[in-house]
């Protein structure tokens, strides 16, 4: 048998509702949040925040473009759509518990019975005609069960909400990272090509002079690998050119048109050497770096801390339905209408009818199951705190981890540029000193390696410090607000 609620807590209870209606829900009240008070530094100039959504944060036409596409087509986001319409018309159902359910209704009978069976020996003929409303089995929300269960089916609506959210933000950010490791990826192949072109003329210039003479076989050997690891280089970076197209347009739900796809960066094929693209590319979002001191707080506008509150909050709600499955439920059932044994009858004076048929259920035994389910919506609302505790852990460790990263780039990014420098200058001094015959050409294949080496680590970080932006943008839920 189940354990009864404690004697002081059914006086309680008992005086509350006489007094009104009463909701056996515990009071929510925000969890602390389990991190530091405040977001760490990343020692670079504060970004202006961000509240108007994706659109203000691109800045890149072509890149804006295709996540405008991506919206529009891709099959995820579709589904995070569909979900909340499921999740509002489950809510709607909940709620529908509140009121009565009001139903009209008219009919009309006519029966016969046989002479045999009346007392006079004549059939007899009977007719009824009736119209009326009814209430059926409206439950009194005394102990606010019904309350609850909508309570819970809106929070979970608002859950689902922030889960779709989350998904675009999510969404939009993939889309960049795609298109901009394309964009990288188109410049690491023009980089390759061209590289393959110079070293071609190289071989091209050491092959007619070991004809005649001027130049030994193992100069040639050297130049014939060259312009083979070129080739390579080449022939992987048009491969994965390819494959990152096809992870763009899996994303976007559709084949990006090539006017939104990224422009190579420019070279300069003419010239004697292997160069870099002679313009770094522009940045193609804002940079939302909060200032330091921010309070961690800013981590609760993120979309799936909003969804873990909403959810420990419907949890709070099923534990209050639980509750009232101890208490009484009354529910009432009621007609209202006329009835006549002639139609035209049916509305005169005299013709109203009704019933009112209340009803009381109390528990008495259940084999426990009441107590078993109050211990399951206890437990559930334990997971829900700790699920959204982890949530906001996990939110400040990547928002941090971000943070940590932008701290270094601009270092990064100066040093690479100054490594570029010497090795373009380390490259052109070996050439001319291969020409000249003062040197090797192996001094001038070490110092290629390392110039070519150079310029793809450069693209990589160029890469590393546009994805650091989206990160950042994602891990702060599309942005940060002033509070």
Same mark, same amino acid.
């Given at each position: 048998?189940?354990?009864?609620?404690?004697?002081? !807590?059914?006086?309680?209870?008992?005086?509350?509702?006489?007094?009104?209606?009463?909701?056996?829900?515990?009071?929510?009240?925000?969890?602390?949040?389990?991190?530091?008070?405040?977001?760490?530094?990343?020692?670079?100039?504060?970004?202006?925040?961000?509240?108007?959504? &994706?659109?203000?944060? %691109?800045?890149?036409?072509?890149?804006?473009?295709?996540?405008?596409?991506?919206?529009?087509? @891709?099959?995820?986001?579709?589904?995070?759509?569909?979900?909340?319409?499921?999740?509002?018309?489950?809510?709607?159902?909940?709620?529908?518990?509140?009121?009565?359910?009001?139903? =009209?209704?008219?009919?009309? !009978?006519? !029966?016969?019975?046989?002479?045999?069976?009346?007392?006079?020996?004549?059939?007899?003929?009977?007719?009824?005609?009736?119209?009326?409303?009814?209430?059926?089995?409206?439950?009194?929300?005394?102990?606010?069960?019904?309350?609850?269960?909508?309570?819970?089916?809106?929070?979970?609506?608002?859950?689902?909400?922030?889960?779709?959210?989350?998904?675009?933000?999510?969404?939009?950010? *993939?889309?960049?990272?795609? &298109?901009?490791?394309?964009?990288?990826?188109?410049?690491?192949?023009?980089?390759?090509?061209?590289?393959?072109?110079?070293?071609?003329?190289? %071989?091209?210039?050491?092959?007619?002079?070991?004809?005649?003479?001027?130049?030994?076989?193992?100069?040639?050997?050297?130049?014939?690998?060259?312009?083979?690891? *070129?080739?390579?280089?080449?022939?992987?970076?048009?491969?994965?050119?390819?494959?990152?197209? @096809? =992870?763009?347009?899996?994303?976007?739900?559709?084949?990006?048109?090539?006017?939104?796809?990224?422009?190579?960066?420019?070279?300069?094929?003419?010239?004697?050497?292997?160069?870099?693209?002679?313009?770094?590319?522009?940045?193609?979002?804002?940079?939302?770096?909060?200032?330091?001191?921010?309070?961690?707080?800013?981590?609760?506008?993120?979309?799936?801390?909003?969804?873990?509150?909403?959810?420990?909050?419907?949890? @709070?709600?099923?534990?209050?339905?639980?509750?009232?499955?101890?208490?009484?439920?009354?529910?009432?059932?009621?007609?209202?209408?006329?009835?006549?044994?002639?139609?035209?009858?049916? +509305?005169?004076?005299?013709?109203?009818? &009704?019933?009112?048929?209340?009803?009381?259920?109390?528990?008495? +035994?259940?084999?426990?199951?009441?107590?078993?389910?109050?211990?399951?919506?206890?437990?559930?609302?334990?997971?829900?705190?700790?699920?959204?505790?982890?949530?906001?852990?996990?939110? +400040?460790?990547?928002?941090?981890? =971000?943070?940590?990263?932008?701290?270094?780039?601009?270092?990064?990014?100066?040093?690479?540029?100054?490594?570029?420098?010497?090795?373009?200058?380390?490259?052109?001094?070996?050439?001319?000193?291969?020409?000249?015959?003062?040197?090797?050409?192996?001094?001038?294949?070490?110092?290629?390696?390392?110039?070519?080496?150079?310029?793809?680590?450069?693209?990589?970080?160029?890469?590393?410090?546009?994805?650091?932006?989206?990160?950042?943008?994602?891990?702060?839920?599309?942005?940060?607000?002033?509070?």
């Amino acid at each position: 048998m189940q354990r009864a609620l404690p004697l002081r !807590s059914l006086t309680l209870v008992a005086a509350a509702v006489l007094a009104g209606c009463v909701n056996l829900a515990p009071d929510y009240q925000a969890p602390a949040l389990p991190v530091p008070a405040t977001l760490p530094s990343a020692n670079v100039e504060a970004a202006t925040p961000l509240d108007a959504g &994706w659109r203000d944060f %691109f800045v890149e036409p072509k890149l804006r473009g295709t996540i405008e596409l991506a919206l529009a087509n @891709n099959r995820d986001l579709r589904v995070a759509a569909l979900n909340i319409e499921r999740a509002r018309a489950q809510y709607g159902i909940a709620r529908a518990g509140l009121f009565p359910t009001i139903d =009209a209704g008219a009919g009309g !009978s006519r !029966s016969r019975t046989p002479g045999s069976l009346s007392t006079g020996g004549e059939p007899r003929y009977a007719t009824q005609y009736s119209a009326d409303l009814g209430l059926t089995s409206y439950e009194i929300d005394l102990f606010g069960r019904v309350r609850n269960l909508s309570e819970a089916a809106l929070q979970s609506f608002f859950q689902t909400e922030a889960t779709q959210r989350g998904t675009q933000i999510s969404l939009v950010a *993939a889309v960049a990272t795609a &298109w901009l490791q394309l964009a990288a990826d188109e410049q690491r192949l023009q980089l390759a090509r061209h590289t393959l072109e110079s070293q071609r003329r190289s %071989f091209d210039l050491i092959q007619r002079g070991h004809g005649l003479g001027a130049q030994s076989g193992l100069a040639l050997a050297q130049a014939q690998s060259t312009v083979d690891a *070129a080739r390579a280089d080449a022939a992987a970076f048009d491969s994965q050119v390819e494959q990152d197209r @096809n =992870a763009l347009a899996l994303l976007v739900g559709a084949t990006p048109p090539a006017e939104l796809l990224p422009t190579p960066a420019a070279t300069d094929p003419g010239t004697a050497t292997a160069s870099a693209p002679t313009a770094e590319p522009a940045p193609a979002a804002r940079l939302l770096v909060p200032p330091a001191g921010r309070p961690s707080s800013v981590l609760q506008q993120r979309p799936d801390v909003l969804a873990a509150k909403h959810a420990l909050r419907a949890s @709070n709600a099923d534990i209050g339905a639980a509750r009232a499955a101890f208490f009484p439920r009354i529910a009432l059932t009621a007609s209202a209408g006329t009835a006549s044994s002639t139609l035209s009858g049916l +509305f005169a004076s005299g013709s109203s009818a &009704w019933s009112f048929a209340p009803s009381i259920s109390v528990p008495i +035994f259940d084999g426990g199951a009441n107590r078993a389910n109050l211990r399951v919506a206890e437990a559930q609302q334990k997971i829900q705190l700790a699920s959204y505790e982890k949530t906001v852990q996990t939110a +400040f460790r990547e928002v941090a981890d =971000a943070l940590a990263e932008r701290r270094t780039l601009a270092e990064r990014l100066d040093a690479q540029r100054s490594l570029l420098d010497a090795t373009s200058r380390s490259f052109s001094l070996s050439q001319s000193l291969f020409r000249s015959g003062a040197s090797s050409y192996l001094d001038v294949l070490d110092a290629q390696r390392a110039y070519y080496a150079a310029q793809q680590t450069l693209i990589g970080l160029q890469l590393t410090e546009q994805t650091n932006r989206l990160t950042i943008y994602k891990v702060l839920g599309g942005g940060w607000k002033e509070s």
